[in-house]
């Protein structure tokens, strides 16, 4: 098996059961974990694991964080949540299209707001970053059809993109969108990576270090420590 194999759909339903360990995360499924690592991957500052991983693992508050029964299982989900990393990676640096890995629904729909969601949850891990390319008029357009996904259900009526539920034909057309605007965005960055690299050898991060008692910069409200500075607990 390669470092860029795909998930099996027994690996798949795997991470799920694990995912589903975290109670009112901002991770709850393989969906929204691919497009977590869609938005990180197209960053061209890196993310590392001690980063992202707790927001993958932790819970609305402490008692709703992943806790595995034993190491074995922990291992597992590692490697899952690895091979995955690496697929998403492969499938924007080496393959011509990005497919984004949705859920079916119990009709055999595909929904896709999960998947928007986890994006907009990895752009905020470098929101300064983000920023310039969400306000550009050229560039910012890749998020629209994003935006309106992951918005779709928002408690607040004018927060949603539409007045009327959206239809098949055009959800369809908003998860090309959303496919054809990570690919955009991620070749955008990677010419904005090559200019970095040729003005300095080192890429200097655009934010400081959190310390660990100040708050969260994922907004949980917790302190840094007891939120994204925490690692994978094994009960």
Known sequence: MTSAAELTDAELDDLDRALSLVVGG???NFEALD???AALACCPDLVMPSEYMPIIQNGETEDGDMVFDDLGDARRFMDLVSQHWNYVH????ESPVYFPLLREDETGAYGGNDWANGFLCGINMRHGIWS???NSEEHGGSMVPIWALAYEHHPEADMRPYTLPIDEKKRE???IGAAAGVMRMHAYY???GREYAAQTETFVRPHRKIGRNEPCPCGSGKKYKRCCGRGPTVH
């Open 190 to 192: 990677r010419r904005q």
């Open 173 to 175: 057309e908003l998860i």
């Open 26 to 28: 901002k991770i709850p």
């Open 90 to 93: 492969y499938q924007l640096n």
């Open 35 to 37: 497009g977590f690592f």
């Open 132 to 134: 310039e390319l969400i």
